[in-house]
């Protein structure tokens, strides 16, 4: 299976400001995905981040607020813009490749404050 | 991913006692089911998976069966311990888009 990294682990971060989280995979892959898990929560999809092109993004997540780059097969990034207390989240990045396995990293856990 | 409907929704078991968790799918074209188990603060991970064209499939003391007439599947865990305390999520998933997760079942085994 794929392994995949995430950057940073975790961050506390003051309400307006954005932060990028960083995913990166050590092989390349076809598909790769964003999810959220909120406290308490199981896993919401964001969007899927596709190489070359704009992101598709699921019913209630918008491109202004959840910004995804995927420049290559290995590497992605998503940023949560003008951060509210209700962003405060474990942010997880996933690939699939070619066949039905999917894989998660380890996350991002996000304060906003 | 599709819709699948999982039950119960928490479980708690004695240690040592077997542990089942159902759950329904609606797409008959459906051909893959994975199995991910979520420990407290970790990421999901794959723990057993079973495509349509097998009626079981174990992995040292998990199961898991597939039922392609009535739409459902099962996991099976036998012999529970305190580290199967988990998160449980079963899935319905297709080749090329992404898993949709439920709301799992919180498996509690006690010692």
């Known amino acids: 299976s794929a392994v995949i990294s995430q950057k940073p682990s975790r961050d506390i971060c003051q309400r307006g400001t954005s932060l990028t989280i960083q995913c990166q995979v050590d092989?390349?892959?076809?598909?790769m995905f964003w999810y959220r898990q909120q406290p308490g929560q199981s896993l919401t999809l964001i969007a899927t981040?596709?190489?070359?092109?704009?992101?598709?993004?699921e019913s209630g997540f918008v491109i202004d607020k959840f910004p995804i780059s995927r420049p290559n097969l290995t590497f992605s990034t998503l940023t949560v813009s003008n951060m509210s207390p209700e962003d405060s989240s474990i942010y997880l990045c996933?690939?699939?490749?070619?066949?039905?396995?999917?894989?998660f990293g380890p996350g991002t856990r996000l304060t906003v404050t | 991913g599709e819709n699948v409907e999982q039950h119960p929704s928490t479980l708690s078991v004695q240690e040592g006692d077997s542990a089942v968790i159902k759950c329904t799918y609606s797409d008959s074209a459906s051909n893959y089911f994975p199995w991910y188990k979520q420990e407290l603060g970790k990421r999901p991970q794959l723990i057993i998976d079973?495509?349509?064209?097998?009626g079981e499939k174990k992995d040292q003391r998990i199961a898991v069966t597939l039922n392609k007439t009535a739409k459902h599947f099962s996991l099976h865990i036998t012999e529970t311990q305190p580290e199967d305390s988990a998160v449980y999520f079963c899935l319905d998933s297709s080749g090329n888009t992404p898993l949709v997760f439920g709301k799992g079942t919180r498996l509690s085994v006690i010692a």
């Open positions: 996933s690939v699939k490749d070619g066949g039905h396995e999917q894989y």
């Open positions: 981040a596709n190489q070359g092109s704009e992101a598709t993004y």
């Open positions: 092989s390349q892959v076809t598909m």
């Open positions: 079973i495509r349509s064209n097998v």
